[in-house]
């Protein structure tokens, strides 16, 4: 059975760091085009970053270009996303997402990936 579960979300204040982790089980991370994802409170869900692994590319939302980086631990079988110089925008539910077809090539984050974490939220406020 294919899971995702994210966790490490929290409440921070402007200017620190979270790390969010998506440890997934029932399929292998490293084959599968991986991402995550935010909804804000009465905003549709956007893609934050994204990983194709059939060409290696790696994308990221403008708004958060240079403060979050994307990443995994193949051993682990999870996923990353640590956010730096955290801004109020950034308070959303983050959800980690995967499609299932091996080695897909994606060209940006898209909503239409097949596997889905629960949640976490994260808030950032003094």
């Known amino acids: 059975q294919v899971q995702l579960v994210e966790s490490g979300g929290g409440l921070v204040q402007p200017g620190g760091s979270l790390r969010l982790s998506c440890a997934a089980s029932g399929f292998a991370l490293d084959y599968h085009a991986i991402g995550w994802f935010r909804q804000a409170p009465g905003k549709e869900r956007e893609g934050v970053s994204c990983?194709?692994?059939?060409?290696?590319?790696?994308y990221y939302a403008d708004s958060v270009k240079g403060r979050f980086t994307i990443s995994r631990d193949n051993a682990k079988n999870t996923m990353y996303l640590q956010m730096n110089s955290l801004k109020s925008e950034d308070t959303a539910v983050y959800y980690c997402?995967?499609?299932?077809?091996?080695?897909?090539?994606?060209?940006?984050?898209?909503?239409?990936?097949?596997?889905w974490g629960q949640g976490t939220q994260v808030t950032v406020s003094s």
């Open positions: 990983i194709s692994p059939s060409d290696g590319n790696t």
């Open positions: 997402a995967a499609v299932a077809t091996p080695m897909a090539t994606i060209r940006g984050c898209y909503l239409g990936m097949d596997y």
